[in-house]
């Protein structure tokens, strides 16, 4: 099943400006999502660019791992869920799984995945969730 989302927040920042060759910035951003998975989603991200495209950030290389807490509704029921994430981005193309690690309120008991889908303006996460109540 997928979900469409939209990045409505996106604050990127080095951790250190003088430390040239630690090029790591840390990543706030909010997520609205729409459909089976309904609501809102913090991000924290590190990324350690191996790679920089200071004219188009789409052609960047970095490592990235992170941490998602989604609070809203999961098919009718209420709750919240972290992530960890962890990946690559590269040149445009993303790989970077998600995995529960946490659910509380009416999903507690909700595990699985996800993995992030770009096509042309259309973002999308595919879930894998199991509900395990």
Do not use: C
């Amino acid at each position: 099943m997928s979900v469409a989302f939209s990045v409505t927040k996106w604050d990127e920042e080095p951790i250190d400006k003088s430390k040239t060759d630690f090029p790591v910035n840390r990543v706030q951003a909010e997520y609205e999502l729409e459909g089976e998975l309904q609501g809102k989603a913090w991000v924290e991200y590190l990324l350690y660019y191996l790679e920089s495209n200071k004219e188009d950030g789409h052609l960047a290389t970095a490592r990235i791992t992170g941490f998602l807490h989604f609070e809203g509704e999961y098919k009718g029921k209420t709750g919240t869920f972290t992530a960890a994430e962890k990946g690559i981005f590269d040149k445009g193309s993303l790989d970077f799984p998600g995995m529960i690690i946490k659910s509380t309120g009416e999903l507690q008991g909700l595990t699985g995945s996800y993995q992030y889908d770009f096509v042309g303006e259309n973002s999308k996460l595919i879930l894998d969730f199991k509900d395990n109540e």
